[in-house]
């Protein structure tokens, strides 16, 4: 009992570490936050159109969930305060590990690797105060288990949003290609298929074709925007949709026929995934079974009648 009062205490400690960090990391930037508030508020004459543009701003500040109004700026302050320590060579792969994740909110490589530094800085202070109850072997196992989970937690909880993503974008893929098919068929532009589609998808493959939309308006040109549609995402099957996109441009093909061909193949590989998945079903339901179910079960069947062989066994 006192060891998970001491250990409820250390995470209220830590809890309150992390709120003075995020206090401190707001002091910092204290100095930038008062310049950008001396342009609204230095002169009432001079400042008049910023000041109406701060008051059209402020609501936009108080709207939104909780959430996004307390924990993601804490989030942010935390990964800013710790990333100034973040290593140059420790960024670019996690920077692309973000990209594949969607920038989960807002994220940059720098605040995520402080996080997870700011993380293993508590995990490291929990086992420091468990193991100082005494090197009991449960203490150093507690310890050990406690430092792994806060180092480990930010890393797993990336690649989970990682798979989501690439989950989502593979489920909706062939409905995609389905409707971009429907659309060169009725005459429109691969271009413009793509924007019907961002418009009317509210999907993560909607959402990538939208931006790849928004890439080419901004001056790309087609290939380089597929291109950084595949780097992003790192799918096999967008890989192959743009590779074959890129081929048919090149060779002068037909359009409409090729997204025609390839949401046929998209449609056979999502039934054999589906196959597979309920294949695997059964593997994956016996160790729930045999760990839960399955003594459950007995202790209804055999329960009832333990009295009366107990009785039979001492009449022996």
């Not at 400042?47 to 700026?73: E, M, Y």
Request: with cysteine; hydrophobic share 50%.
């Amino acid at each position: 009992m006192q060891l998970f009062m001491q250990i409820s205490i250390s995470i209220a400690l830590g809890i309150a570490g992390l709120i003075v960090l995020i206090l401190g990391a707001r002091w910092l930037n204290s100095s930038s936050l008062s310049k950008r508030l001396d342009q609204y508020v230095a002169s009432p004459l001079e400042n008049s159109v910023n000041k109406a543009n701060a008051v059209r701003i402020q609501p936009r500040l108080i709207t939104g969930s909780f959430f996004n109004r307390t924990i993601t700026p804490a989030i942010h302050a935390i990964g800013g305060f710790f990333g100034r320590l973040t290593p140059g060579g420790a960024i670019e792969g996690l920077a692309q590990k973000l990209l594949v994740a969607g920038n989960p909110l807002g994220l940059g490589a720098r605040e995520f690797y402080g996080i997870t530094m700011a993380s293993t800085f508590l995990g490291v202070y929990l086992a420091f105060v468990i193991i100082r109850r005494g090197t009991m072997t449960l203490n150093v196992a507690l310890s050990i288990l406690v430092l792994i989970l806060f180092y480990a937690f930010p890393k797993v909880w990336l690649q989970n949003r990682i798979n989501q993503r690439q989950k989502g974008v593979r489920r909706g893929l062939p409905d995609a290609m389905d409707m971009l098919s429907v659309c060169a068929t009725a005459g429109l532009g691969f271009d413009q298929s793509l924007q019907r589609v961002s418009e009317y998808w509210n999907t993560p493959i909607g959402h990538e074709f939208g931006r790849v939309i928004n890439e080419m308006e901004m001056g790309l040109t087609r290939r380089d925007a597929l291109r950084n549609l595949s780097d992003r995402l790192q799918i096999r099957e967008i890989s192959s949709f743009v590779a074959l996109i890129l081929q048919t441009e090149q060779l002068g093909m037909s359009i409409s026929d090729t997204l025609h061909a390839q949401a046929e193949q998209m449609r056979v590989e999502r039934r054999f995934r589906a196959q597979e998945q309920a294949q695997k079903a059964p593997i994956k339901m016996l160790i729930p079974m045999a760990l839960l179910i399955f003594p459950a079960l007995l202790a209804v069947i055999l329960g009832p009648s333990l009295p009366i062989l107990r009785e039979i066994f001492n009449s022996l």
